[in-house]
């Protein structure tokens, strides 16, 4: 087939800063077809999608719909231009009923009627407010609404997730006409059954690039998550010597967490942590990971089950609660835990502050020595100690470590420490987290980036839709069981389990 | 039926809370009669106004300090412009301080935006550069007002037909206040524009992902609290006969009427008539504070509580919806 | 190993100059009340003498206090518009209780209504979470209906300024305001807090990020109600300097005050978005406001383009402070 594609985007680069979300992204997308857009976390995939939807601008790079070059400046431009986003937070306004919303984007009404019977919600009010509207049924409407305007293209992020399997059915039955229809829609999704079944091809980012178009065919699988892990597939070794082990393996669990639920994000998750080791937990975004640190740091109440400290059950109330139960959150945005205008020993010795009875004054010179101690362990560049904001990443995120070394916490949750910093410092942070637990510290460590698991990591504990799906021992955890693992797929299973994996599992907990 | 009391559940019980407080005054006052009422009438319009000019933009998803003393400067800036001059010429006064505060709050709107500056800080320097220029333009409480300005609001409105005990209740000052509110909100409420306001207060993002310009709707919703502040500046013309240079206390009134309304400080939630009752409601508290024959400095403390734990109610409603 | 540093790029003199601003702002600031002083002796020559010089520091005393109430609470983040009711009620109900009290008892009452509003503001603003621009105004409102009402009770017994007060808030000696004995200790106070103790750096690290403040422990509701006592009752302090200095007792002695203490703070280099600043640019905020002041006064400008002018300095500085930390 010669046809033309109906959205051709070529070179497409986005810099925030000095960090290159995006290097050099391509997609195109033939009339008809439901194109995949697939790639790890931070690979570029939402970047991509804000570039295509006006969202943000890129730095560099052509779009060309139907053939011609065009120029998305904001959404509603990409509106006229005929492509049509559904995000994966619905962008109903909250507060407007359903029919003010339609209203507010010029969506013709019957059309939307029509769509919202077909996708299998017979009993719409328009008068409704969105924000009454369960989560469901909004990102239905959310669709119907996006197809009542007949886009040329639809670009659907993660659509699936959070949907009843009843609607999630309708939902991929209606995407499937649409491609028959002429029209082509860019379906991200971490879910490969349901790529299986919908998809005619796939385009594959990897660090910001386009590494790969393919058609899908059964068996596709393997290829696809060789291409999202690039060549980094041979196996590294573990790197730890028994001496680093902790000699007397704890009567009892540091952390015993039990059938802990936050909401509708994290269902009945049960793990153990011990003293002196690293546990790793692996999950795509958004999977419930964000929650259970919250939980364990107090930054959140969990709607069930039950934390345990060293025997003995715990509610936190306030993150002070934790720390005082010698648990301290490092979390992944180094924004979220500097002051980002304050010196690195203020940064790192605030903890020392917070209590009531240390307001007064502050012995200065055992600060000074705790806090060089703490940075000389780190060894954090102090050139630019003034102002925490002028460190670079890898440094800032030692700052937020140095902190609960220099408080000396018995157990870290580290959130994605590693994320956008250089190998340099990364290999340090490794080392640190190994050093912590030879001392009998016990770390709880989220990664996205999965060769990191078998450099740290004791154990792994893996996450989907907000179940446990596995724990690994380490010698287990290479990359393709630990992504197959991440997708949902069961353990051992051969390459083309594509149908095998359960399509309600993650979602069964989610009816509205 | 059932989305109305949904929807409109709290201005309802607003409602019957003012017919309560009527109740109320009239049992403690077995006398008060249609005068009475359209003096509260009266001392409700700027009041009035001014929470109209503090709902838009806290619909919005703002907060306007600069309330106060806008009304302040549009206030003497008629009363100076009319001072000895001829009736006919209050008619060229009257739409010119209409496009002054639609100016001025447009300015407030375009310096958020551009500056980024936060609404807060922006809106409280305006409150500042505001007071100083009413004080240029009038140095203390002087001017004046064209005659039929002041017979706008004040008597009743006779409709034939209808017996005078019920044309005694209907006051000139309220039918100004609906016919001004009414004549910007009604059509605002039904355009695209008036949508696009309560989707940036909503949601910021879901607006501007949904194809809506924040910025523009954003300097346009600070524009109309310009233009309505502007109505209580010339309702407090109106009914002094003179413009004074120091503002009342019209800000904190504002945010607690706005708040008691039924609009989340947030933004995107409320309408105009909750906001408006609860205006009527505070005012006549303050009615039967007096009434009840305590000394009016306590009054002012009763009402200053009232409004302070308002506010606290509000900021409490608003922390747990987020949580 | 430091493969991580920042590597040295040759830096354009506009972000120099911006950097050196951020770090030393204190700098810039005594150059402009140096070009303000010799505005003014040029205006009126002679004028610059030592005894303009103790009165500048007379007047520029209170509001420099006040200031360190705005500084401290803007650190968070914050502000305390009741600031000026606070003195106001403390000065009044201190010239009034005098006339029938032992000065100590009188003095213990007048810091009670100022305890009680910071409690009421920090509660507010610490618990409730209403902005404190909103919370503190609706104080001040209540408070001055307050002070009405205590007026009229205390009408018959009329008001008197305690000696002390009057020989603290004018006296001058060896050509130094006595009022410097009061507050040369309490402005070392403050620097010294915001400097070097728990809570001064609990206040930057609340103002600069309260998320981060939360994961190390720290409750905030307790940094900010004893934040919002502390201002109140350096207000209540201030406004028994001022009844000294002004020597007559009003319900709106120190309301023109609040106004100028936010300028004050804000030129100072204190940012209204928190986190940054220092009680050391205030003092010399509150010196060029008031030499400003003088200046506007010699000029003839009316109070109007004064207010005009304070609200152009309060937008124009906090715009372009987050130009300069939006450029790093």
Same mark, same amino acid.
């Given at each position: ?73 904001? *959404? ?141 065919? *059964? ?131 605030? *903890? ?8 007064? *004054? ?151 | ?205 879901? =607006? ?20 309505? =502040? ?33 609009? =989340? ?59 | ?53 103790? /009165? ?64 009421? /503001? ?55 305001? /006595? ?150």
């Amino acid at each position: 087939m010669t046809t033309s594609p109906l959205l051709d985007a070529s070179g497409v680069a986005k810099n925030y800063g000095a960090v290159a979300a995006l290097r050099n992204a391509s997609l195109s997308v033939l009339p008809g077809e439901v194109h995949a857009l697939m790639g790890a976390n931070g690979a570029g995939k939402s970047t991509l999608v804000k570039i295509l939807t006006g969202a943000i601008q890129a730095n560099a790079g052509r779009i060309l719909i139907r053939g011609e070059a065009r120029d998305i400046r904001s *959404p509603a431009a990409a509106r006229r231009a005929g492509l049509l986003p559904v995000y994966q937070e619905p962008s109903l306004i909250p507060d407007l009923d359903v029919l003010s919303n339609l209203r507010l984007t010029g969506t013709p009404v019957e059309p939307f009627r029509a769509w919202v019977r077909e996708l299998g919600i017979p009993d719409l009010d328009l008068r409704d407010t969105a924000r009454d509207i369960p989560l469901a049924v909004l990102r239905v409407l959310d669709l119907a609404r996006a197809l009542a305007v007949e886009p040329d293209v639809l670009l659907l992020d993660e659509m699936t997730a959070a949907l009843p399997a009843n609607l999630a059915e309708k939902v991929l039955e209606v995407v499937r006409r649409q491609g028959d229809a002429g029209r082509a829609v860019i379906f991200i999704s971490h879910r490969f059954v349901e790529i299986a079944a919908l998809c005619d091809r796939a385009t594959v980012l990897r660090d910001g690039e386009t590494v790969g178009v393919v058609d899908i065919v *059964p068996g596709i699988e393997e290829k696809i998550v060789e291409l999202m892990l690039g060549t980094r597939i041979v196996k590294t070794q573990v790197a730890r010597s028994a001496s680093e082990k902790a000699a007397v393996t704890p009567a009892r669990p540091r952390i015993t967490v039990h059938s802990l639920r936050v909401g509708t994000k994290l269902s009945d998750i049960s793990f153990d942590l011990w003293d002196g080791e690293v546990a790793g937990v692996v999950a795509l975004e958004g999977q419930g990971q964000d929650e259970l640190f919250a939980a364990l740091a107090g930054s959140i109440k969990p709607s069930g089950g039950t934390i345990e400290v060293d025997g003995s059950p715990v509610k936190f109330a306030h993150p002070i609660d934790a720390i005082r139960a010698g648990i301290a959150y490092v979390p992944g945005d180094r924004s979220e835990a500097l002051a980002m205008q304050r010196s690195v020993r203020e940064n790192i010795a605030l *903890p020392f502050s917070a209590a009531l009875r240390n307001w007064g *004054p502050i012995a200065m010179r055992k600060e000074r020595a705790t806090v060089a101690s703490a940075i000389q362990r780190l060894q954090i560049d102090t050139r630019a100690q003034g102002e925490v904001q002028r460190l670079s990443g890898g440094n800032q995120q030692k700052v937020t470590i140095a902190r609960w070394i220099a408080a000396d916490a018995r157990t870290i949750l580290c959130f994605d420490p590693t994320r956008g910093i250089d190998v340099g410092t990364k290999q340090e942070i490794y080392k640190l987290l190994r050093e912590l637990a030879g001392h009998g510290k016990s770390v709880l460590f989220y990664t996205s980036e999965l060769e990191e698991v078998q450099r740290v990591c004791d154990r792994v504990i893996v996450i989907f839709g907000g179940r446990l799906v596995d724990i690994f021992p380490v010698e287990e955890a290479d990359e393709p069981a630990l992504m197959r693992a991440a997708y949902g797929l069961p353990r051992g299973a051969k390459a083309d389990v594509g149908i095998l994996a359960d399509p309600q599992s993650p979602s069964s907990g989610t009816i509205p | 039926m059932s989305h109305f009391l949904r929807r409109q559940g709290w201005v309802t019980g607003l409602f019957a809370l003012l017919i309560v407080l009527f109740i109320a005054t009239k049992l403690i006052q077995p006398g008060y009669g249609s005068g009475d009422f359209g003096s509260l009438a009266r001392a409700v319009l700027p009041y009035a106004f001014a929470v109209a000019a503090q709902t838009v933009v806290v619909i919005a998803g703002g907060i306007d300090l600069s309330v106060a003393a806008m009304m302040a400067l549009t206030s003497v800036t008629a009363a100076s412009m009319m001072a000895g001059a001829s009736e006919e010429y209050a008619l060229f006064v009257v739409p010119f301080v209409l496009a002054m505060g639609f100016v001025l709050g447009a300015l407030n709107g375009l310096l958020i935006v551009v500056t980024r500056v936060p609404d807060i800080v922006v809106t409280l320097a305006m409150l500042f550069v505001l007071q100083g220029a009413a004080l240029l333009v009038l140095g203390a409480p002087g001017g004046g007002a064209a005659e039929w300005l002041k017979a706008m609001i004040s008597g009743t409105v006779p409709i034939p037909g209808l017996p005078d005990t019920i044309d005694a209740w209907l006051p000139k000052a309220l039918l100004v206040l609906v016919v001004c509110l009414c004549i910007v909100w009604i059509p605002l409420r039904r355009s695209r524009l008036g949508l696009s306001i309560y989707a940036i207060g909503s949601s910021e993002l879901a =607006a501007f992902r949904s194809g809506v310009p924040v910025a523009r709707t954003r300097i346009i919703a600070y524009a109309l609290s310009g233009l309505f =502040a502007a109505m209580g500046g010339l309702a407090l013309t109106m009914s002094t006969g003179i413009g004074a240079p120091i503002p009342g206390p019209y800000l904190l009134a504002s945010v607690a009427a706005v708040v008691l309304g039924g609009v =989340a400080l947030g933004g995107g939630k409320g309408g105009l008539l909750g906001p408006i009752v609860a205006v009527f409601v505070l005012r006549l508290v303050r009615t039967d504070l007096t009434l009840l024959a305590i000394d009016p400095n306590v009054t002012a403390i009763i009402e200053g509580l009232i409004m302070v734990a308002v506010v606290m109610f509000g900021a409490f409603i608003t922390m747990r919806g987020r949580q | 190993m430091s493969s991580t540093a920042i590597t040295p790029a040759p830096v354009p003199l506009g972000r120099r100059l911006k950097r050196f601003m951020a770090d030393r702002p204190l700098i810039p600031l005594v150059i402009l009340l140096v070009i303000l002083v010799v505005i003014l002796q040029i205006l009126r020559p002679g004028i610059v003498n030592e005894r303009w010089i103790a /009165n500048t520091i007379k007047f520029a005393i209170p509001l420099a206090i006040l200031a360190g109430c705005q500084t401290m609470t803007m650190l968070t983040g914050g502000i305390d518009l009741s600031v000026g009711t606070v003195a106001t009620m403390s000065a009044f109900i201190m010239a009034t209780q005098v006339v029938n009290q032992d000065p100590a008892v009188a003095f213990l009452l007048a810091m009670m209504p100022a305890v009680l509003i910071g409690l009421v /503001n920090g509660i507010g603003v610490g618990v409730f979470r209403v902005h404190p621009l909103i919370m503190t105004l609706g104080t001040s409102l209540i408070g001055t209906g307050c002070l009405q009402v205590y007026q009229r009770t205390v009408i018959a017994s009329g008001a008197k300024i305690p000696d002390f007060l009057a020989w603290l808030g004018t006296g001058v000696t060896y050509g130094f305001p /006595n009022a410097l004995l009061l507050f040369v200790p309490l402005a070392a106070l403050i620097i010294f807090t915001l400097a070097r103790t728990g809570f001064g750096r609990l206040l930057y690290a609340v103002g600069d990020n309260e998320r981060a403040t939360r994961l190390s422990g720290v409750q905030y509701w307790q940094v900010i109600t004893a934040l919002y006592i502390t201002s109140s009752v350096l207000a209540g302090i201030t406004g028994l300097l001022y009844i000294g200095l002004i020597k007559a007792p009003s319900l709106s002695l120190a309301e023109p005050l609040v106004l100028p203490s936010v300028a004050a703070a804000v030129i100072g280099g204190t940012s209204i978005f928190g986190g940054r600043g220092g009680y050391t640019g205030t003092i010399i905020g509150a010196l060029i406001l008031t030499v400003l002041t003088t200046l506007l006064t010699i000029l003839q400008m009316p109070e109007g383009a004064r207010r005009i002018l304070f609200g152009l300095i309060v937008l124009f500085v906090t715009a372009a402070y987050l130009r300069i930390v939006e450029e790093r």
